[in-house]
Protein backbone atom coordinates (compact mmCIF):
# COMPACT_ATOMS: atom_id res chain seq x y z
CA UNK A 1 0.00 0.00 0.00
CA UNK A 2 1.28 3.44 -0.92
CA UNK A 3 -1.03 5.73 0.81
CA UNK A 4 0.21 7.64 3.67
CA UNK A 5 -1.38 10.09 5.88
CA UNK A 6 1.07 12.95 6.10
CA UNK A 7 0.40 15.10 9.70
CA UNK A 8 2.26 18.12 10.28
CA UNK A 9 2.51 20.64 13.65
CA UNK A 10 2.69 24.14 12.27
CA UNK A 11 4.33 26.86 14.76
CA UNK A 12 5.14 30.24 14.02
CA UNK A 13 4.53 29.34 10.01
CA UNK A 14 6.72 26.50 9.76
CA UNK A 15 6.38 22.88 9.99
CA UNK A 16 7.76 22.14 13.44
CA UNK A 17 6.75 18.63 13.89
CA UNK A 18 5.55 15.85 11.36
CA UNK A 19 4.53 12.03 10.83
CA UNK A 20 3.64 10.08 8.41
CA UNK A 21 1.26 7.26 8.59
CA UNK A 22 0.03 4.06 6.26
CA UNK A 23 -3.55 5.62 5.67
CA UNK A 24 -6.18 4.50 3.49
CA UNK A 25 -8.86 6.54 2.54
CA UNK A 26 -11.46 5.66 4.63
CA UNK A 27 -9.55 4.61 7.64
CA UNK A 28 -8.54 8.44 8.61
CA UNK A 29 -9.48 8.67 12.19
CA UNK A 30 -7.12 5.28 13.01
CA UNK A 31 -4.49 6.75 11.31
CA UNK A 32 -4.38 10.22 13.01
CA UNK A 33 -4.85 8.25 16.61
CA UNK A 34 -1.09 6.70 15.53
CA UNK A 35 -0.05 10.00 14.04
CA UNK A 36 -0.92 11.76 17.28
CA UNK A 37 0.47 8.87 19.51
CA UNK A 38 4.01 9.01 17.50
CA UNK A 39 3.74 13.32 17.88
CA UNK A 40 2.67 13.14 22.02
CA UNK A 41 -0.44 14.82 21.07
CA UNK A 42 -4.04 14.54 22.20
CA UNK A 43 -6.72 13.58 19.37
CA UNK A 44 -8.23 16.42 17.58
CA UNK A 45 -12.03 16.80 17.57
CA UNK A 46 -13.23 15.73 14.46
CA UNK A 47 -16.19 18.07 13.53
CA UNK A 48 -18.13 18.06 9.91
CA UNK A 49 -16.24 20.62 8.62
CA UNK A 50 -13.36 18.59 8.67
CA UNK A 51 -15.09 15.50 7.37
CA UNK A 52 -16.49 17.83 4.25
CA UNK A 53 -12.74 19.31 3.78
CA UNK A 54 -11.63 15.20 4.22
CA UNK A 55 -14.36 14.50 1.17
CA UNK A 56 -13.53 17.10 -1.31
CA UNK A 57 -9.78 17.35 -1.00
CA UNK A 58 -7.85 14.88 1.06
CA UNK A 59 -6.79 17.29 3.61
CA UNK A 60 -7.66 19.21 6.23
CA UNK A 61 -6.56 21.26 9.45
CA UNK A 62 -7.53 21.30 13.25
CA UNK A 63 -6.72 24.57 14.94
CA UNK A 64 -5.89 24.64 18.68
CA UNK A 65 -9.47 24.88 19.90
CA UNK A 66 -10.36 21.63 17.97
CA UNK A 67 -7.71 20.22 21.20
CA UNK A 68 -9.57 19.48 24.55
CA UNK A 69 -6.06 20.14 26.24
CA UNK A 70 -4.12 23.33 25.43
CA UNK A 71 -1.61 23.07 22.73
CA UNK A 72 1.77 25.11 21.88
CA UNK A 73 1.18 25.13 17.69
CA UNK A 74 -0.15 27.21 15.46
CA UNK A 75 -1.95 24.42 13.66
CA UNK A 76 -2.44 20.60 13.08
CA UNK A 77 -2.59 19.97 9.36
CA UNK A 78 -3.20 16.62 7.83
CA UNK A 79 -3.05 15.15 4.04
CA UNK A 80 -3.68 12.63 1.93
CA UNK A 81 -0.87 11.10 -0.45
CA UNK A 82 -1.22 8.56 -2.44
CA UNK A 83 2.08 7.62 -4.52
CA UNK A 84 0.34 5.32 -6.90
CA UNK A 85 -2.65 7.50 -7.96
CA UNK A 86 -2.24 8.82 -11.77
CA UNK A 87 -1.00 12.51 -12.08
CA UNK A 88 -3.99 14.25 -13.61
CA UNK A 89 -2.68 16.38 -16.70
CA UNK A 90 -3.94 19.77 -18.12
CA UNK A 91 -6.08 19.88 -21.23
CA UNK A 92 -4.89 23.89 -21.06
CA UNK A 93 -2.58 24.50 -24.52
CA UNK A 94 -0.91 26.63 -22.67
CA UNK A 95 0.40 23.94 -20.56
CA UNK A 96 1.81 21.74 -23.29
Not at 48 to 71: S, Y
Request: glycine share 2%; hydrophobic share 35%; proline share 4%.
Amino acid sequence: MATTLWVRVIRHHRTWRQAEVPCARDTVTEALDTACQQLDLSRPLWLDKNQREWDEFGQTRFLPDAFLETVDFDRLEIEYIDTEAKKKRSRDPRNA
